[in-house]
């Protein structure tokens, strides 16, 4: 039986989202990846709007098994940055939970340790570890797809994924 995760980096601007199946012999398989962008321009609510309207469209298109999103982190330097990202997540979280979905968290280290060994790695290496894992050409763009598709495959790999797998980025929304 085939489980399909959809990994999502969450964020205001940008979130990015990544889809892999992970196949009943262990392999990964790349379903698409692309990004859900709001209008810097719109007032907070609206933006959310943007946001969730977007996410809900990936979970019709691809109907994941499950979702797995970054667990909230930010400097302390930075602390509005954190309350901007949990209110992303929150409305992430939301277009899951309407649609059935199972929401798993992962702390972004936890994915860099997965990937690459190291839970200090560079955003390349994960990129760079993405693409070998998924035999893409090359890592994937913008970095947040890579991430997402970086937290689909650390949980994958939890679940006994072998780590070798087949695609090709297929759309950006």
Known sequence: MTRRVLGVDPGLRTT???VIDLRADGTLRLVEGGVVQSKASLPL????????????????????????IEELWTAY??????VLMGHARGV????????????HHLAHSMVKRALTGNGNARKE??????????GLAGPPKPADVGDALGLAIAFALRDGATPRGTGSLARVL
């Open 125 to 134: 290496q994960v990129g760079t570890m993405v693409a070998q894992l998924l």
């Open 16 to 18: 990015g989202y990544g």
């Open 92 to 103: 992430i979280a939301l277009a899951a939970g309407t649609h059935g979905i199972d929401v």
């Open 77 to 82: 330097e930075h602390p509005q940055t954190a």
């Open 45 to 68: 609510e609206q933006r959310l709007v943007q946001l969730h309207d977007g996410i809900g469209e990936v979970l019709r298109a691809t109907l994941p098994s499950c979702m797995v």
